[in-house]
């Protein structure tokens, strides 16, 4: 069956540092969205990519679709303290959405 | 707010026992999804609904079941719970059921089986 990897699991990083987090499919995507889920808060939607080699830029926040539309990563410029919490990809087959494992990011001051 | 209710928002129980949690979508939304998130770990997929029927179905137990109303809200029924079903489960919906629509998640029910 389908399956959507995402690395890392965790990642430490201290204020100011760039953090990145990678999603993998096994299958072809028609699309690849992203959510943050804050701690202790539900998953909400961040953005969603449709075509091959898409890039789109929200603030500190750069995210990529491969090219063969099976990997995506979500990169953050300069993390701040409010950037924490666990960032998932959801990965759009033909009928249904299936989510990554999850990057929990933790923020030092 | 994402528009979507779920309720309740803590439901605490014995084992064995058998409770509903119950969601009401996003205005407009037909489809309805279940997740379940136990702690700390990633979101597991339950089943989904597409305007009362059922579209797909995850790794959900046979003692869970689930239903969607003609009214678009949605059930889900959890029974003979067991120690290991404490968790937080999301209710998410979107407008279609295809996956190429954004999710809109509740706040979820955290459920505790002592």
């Known amino acids: 069956g389908q399956q959507v990897m995402q690395i890392p699991q965790y990642q430490h990083v201290q204020e100011g540092e760039d953090f990145t987090t990678y999603c993998n499919s096994s299958?072809?995507?028609?699309?690849i969205q992203w959510y943050k889920q804050r701690p202790g808060g539900h998953p909400v939607f961040l953005i969603q990519?449709?075509?091959?080699?898409e890039v789109k830029k929200q603030k500190r926040l750069t995210f990529q679709f491969g090219e063969a539309k099976k990997n995506s990563s979500l990169h953050i410029t300069a993390t701040q303290t409010t950037d924490v919490g666990t960032y998932f990809c959801?990965?759009?087959?033909?009928?249904?959405?299936?989510f990554g494992t999850g990057t929990r990011l933790t923020v030092i001051p | 707010d994402s528009g979507v209710t779920q309720t309740p928002k803590h439901l605490i129980t014995a084992t064995g026992q058998r409770v509903t949690l119950r969601c009401s979508p996003r205005?407009?939304?037909?489809?309805v999804y279940w997740y379940q998130q136990s702690l700390d770990q990633g979101l597991q997929f339950l089943i989904q609904?597409?305007?009362?029927?059922?579209?797909a179905k995850g790794n959900i137990l046979e003692r869970f079941s689930a239903q969607q109303f003609p009214d678009l809200h949605s059930e889900l029924n959890l029974s003979s719970l067991e120690l290991g079903d404490s968790a937080l489960y999301f209710c998410?919906?979107?407008?279609?059921?295809?996956?190429?629509?954004?999710?809109?998640f509740g706040n979820g029910t955290r459920l505790t089986v002592t």
């Open positions: 998410a919906s979107s407008p279609t059921g295809t996956g190429g629509s954004p999710l809109h």
């Open positions: 299958t072809t995507l028609s699309n």
């Open positions: 990519l449709v075509k091959s080699g």
């Open positions: 959801a990965g759009a087959g033909a009928n249904n959405l299936f």
């Open positions: 205005s407009g939304d037909l489809s």
């Open positions: 609904y597409y305007n009362g029927e059922e579209r």
